[in-house]
């Protein structure tokens, strides 16, 4: 019965471990995500036409939703 409750332990602590992971890996595409979002907008006054520009709001709406996706607003 000890080998089982150890076992047990050892699983919870290896899901705590995936789930810290997991976390700091979505804080870190979260804030790549916000950077490529303020270059993006930065680069935005630059396009010549309008096919520049809806390109650029295209980006910007799938980097939108990977930032939320990070922040778990998804």
């Known amino acids: 019965m000890h080998s089982g409750i150890a076992a ?6 290896q899901r705590a471990a995936s789930r810290d992971e997991l976390a700091a890996f979505r804080g870190l595409m979260g804030s790549l ?3 490529a979002i303020a270059a993006l907008e ?4 630059w ?3 309008a096919e520049q520009l809806e390109r650029c709001c295209l980006i910007g709406h799938y980097l939108d939703y990977m930032k939320r996706l990070c922040d778990g607003k998804v």
């Open 47 to 49: 396009c010549e036409d």
């Open 33 to 35: 995500t916000a950077d």
């Open 42 to 45: 930065a680069l935005q006054m």
């Open 8 to 13: 047990s332990q050892s699983t919870d602590e």
